[in-house]
């Protein structure tokens, strides 16, 4: 398991692809990594209505990173479960210690 492949330098920060799981009974970020995919599993509480979905993964992506909501960008997939989010001032690092540890306890 590398989540390597979902974790890369973009402008000014980190990209993360990400496969998500609305409308869960528990919210877990990260809840795993798909190889196949190649994208780190995210499971939301809330439903995938009016955007509540994406707004809870900025929150809660930007209380684990400890970054800003503003610094937090849905880049694609805006109405789909495979999103691709740009995280602002963030070392690439940090970001793939972070994962693999958190990854490493589901």
């Known amino acids: 398991m590398s989540i390597k492949d979902a974790v890369r330098e973009g402008s000014d920060g980190v990209l993360i692809d990400i496969e998500v799981t609305p409308g869960t009974k528990t919210v877990k ?16 509480s809330r439903e995938a209505q009016k955007g509540k979905a994406n707004q809870q993964l900025i929150r809660e992506l930007s209380g684990m990173l400890g970054v800003s909501e503003n610094d937090v960008t849905l ?6 479960h495979k999103k691709t ?7 690439l690092e940090h ?5 693999d ?6």
């Open 75 to 80: 880049i694609s997939g805006h109405t789909g």
């Open 95 to 99: 970001v793939l210690n972070l994962m």
């Open 101 to 106: 540890s958190l990854i490493d306890k589901v």
């Open 85 to 91: 989010v740009h995280i602002r001032g963030i070392n």
């Open 29 to 44: 970020v990260p809840s795993g990594y798909n190889p196949w995919r190649k994208r780190i599993e995210v499971r939301l």
